[in-house]
């Protein structure tokens, strides 16, 4: 493994009914993350994604490339905008990740980008992961 090896990019489809689920399993019953009418009346778009959503959602990029998502030592973001999720077509969250240090101690530092329609949707997006065996 070296720096500026890619981690395998993947997208993943989001729909109302995840953000629905996602409400139910965090208590974020906010209605801007399901209610539309409620989310235009406070000057949003549209229903737009829990922002805690979207970090979960994009770290299984690595998550999935380790094999196991106890591997992830340490991961942060910086959330720049929001997902919006039309009704009924959802969004798209398109993530990809490459090596940015092999550190000594064996663990790799990976920097994550992540954009919905060409507009990135998290900045400084950064993990720190145990690498799977062989990589």
């Given at each position: ?9 993947q997208e993943f489809p989001i729909t109302r ?47 999935e490339w380790a094999g196991d998502p106890g591997a992830v ?63």
């Amino acid at each position: 493994m070296n720096v500026g090896d890619p981690i395998p990019a993947q997208e993943f489809p989001i729909t109302r009914a995840d953000l629905v689920r996602y409400a139910g399993a965090s208590a974020d019953f906010n209605p801007i993350h399901w209610n539309e009418r409620f989310a235009k009346e406070v000057g949003l778009p549209d229903v737009i994604a829990h922002g805690m959503f979207t970090m979960a959602t994009a770290v299984r990029v690595i998550t999935e490339w380790a094999g196991d998502p106890g591997a992830v030592i340490e991961y942060g973001v910086r959330f720049t905008r929001p997902v919006v999720v039309p009704d009924p077509e959802g969004a798209v969250l398109s993530v990809a990740g490459v090596v940015r240090e092999v550190r000594e101690d064996g663990l790799v530092e990976i920097d994550l980008t992540a954009s919905v329609n060409g507009q990135t949707v998290l900045a400084k997006s950064r993990a720190v992961v145990r690498p799977p065996a062989g990589a």
